[in-house]
């Protein structure tokens, strides 16, 4: 199940797919690798871009259906973000050695941009936002072979550390948003507990294998699931995904997304709060 399943919504169509769509169902930003901050070369569409990419859908949607009947659209509907993994994941890789100091400035630049974006989002009309907060970074298996980890079972701090900075601060930050901004509402999911403890203790959640991937090639399978960009890596793949909480080194399987996607849509404090995903659709 996905959150658009759950809301009895269309899969939401890719913004930039080649057909024309209305888009009054919703339409996904999303790009693999994107960050909050802007990165060189990594090809991504970082949110900036999709901010962009969001006020082309605005200035559409109000040709289409008129200003009033789009701003009704805009305010009603939920806006689902999963960000600063990436920002993190590259922080960690080219700062091994970063200090308590350089992490929490990092990410007060991130946070910093993010509300930034969010108060430019709210000014176009959007009330209504989902997080899922930053994931046990330092316990993918990309990130345990990157770092070294001397053992699977070892997750690596410094991205640990870097998550729970992030997830604290963006706490504070939509709390202050809410108080400032009228009408405006918000969901968390504690996406980093939550898939910190299928890694731990997988078996609690039906599955056999919270520590290395189900595809990929050498240590943790953490690589080249699918042969890498060139195709031609060696790699394995597992005999059932459902017993594995990671698909590859740094994805997890349908299996965890569908325990996940249940708690984002109908989870309690302090699983998802204040408002779960439903809550927040429900409200007109
Ligand atoms: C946003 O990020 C840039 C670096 O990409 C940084 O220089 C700037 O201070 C950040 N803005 C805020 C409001 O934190």
Same mark, same amino acid.
């Given at each position: 199940m996905t959150a658009a399943q759950f809301a009895h919504l269309p899969l939401l169509p890719p913004y930039l797919e080649p057909i024309h769509h209305q888009f !009054?169902? %919703?339409v996904n930003f #999303?790009? #693999?690798? %994107?960050a909050v901050l802007h990165q060189h070369n990594n090809g991504a569409m970082d949110l900036p871009t999709q901010v962009i990419h969001f006020k082309t859908v605005v200035k559409t949607l109000k040709q289409e259906i008129g200003d009033a009947e789009a701003e009704k659209v805009l305010s009603r509907a939920v806006y689902l973000f999963s960000n600063g993994g990436n920002d993190y994941f590259s922080f960690s890789t080219n700062n091994r050695n970063a200090t308590p100091s350089q992490q929490a400035q990092f990410v007060g630049m991130v946070i910093g941009n993010l509300t930034s974006i969010l108060k430019e989002l709210y000014g176009l009309g959007v009330r209504k936002i989902a997080f899922q907060n930053v994931g046990p970074l330092g316990c993918t298996p990309t990130m345990?072979? &990157?770092l070294d980890s001397p053992h699977a079972s070892e997750c690596v701090e410094p991205p640990l550390a870097l998550a729970t900075l992030h997830?604290? #601060?963006l706490a504070e930050a939509l709390k202050n948003l809410e108080t400032k901004l009228p009408g405006f509402k918000y969901s968390? *999911?504690?996406?980093?507990h939550e898939l910190l403890d299928r890694i731990k203790n997988p078996s609690k959640y039906g599955f056999e294998n919270g520590e290395t991937a189900c595809c990929g090639g050498g240590k943790y399978r953490a690589f080249y699931c699918g042969g890498g960009g060139s %195709? !031609?890596?060696? *790699?394995? &793949?597992?005999k059932d995904p459902n017993e594995y909480v990671w698909f590859d080194g740094a994805h997890t399987t349908e299996k965890t997304n569908n325990q996940l996607a249940h708690l984002i849509w109908s989870g309690e404090p302090p699983v998802t709060g204040p408002y779960n995903l439903q809550?927040? *659709?429900?409200h007109a």
């Open positions: !009054t169902k %919703g #999303a790009s #693999a690798g %994107g345990k072979f &990157v997830n604290k #601060a968390i *999911f504690d996406y980093y %195709g !031609t890596h060696p *790699f394995d &793949v597992c809550q927040l *659709f429900e």
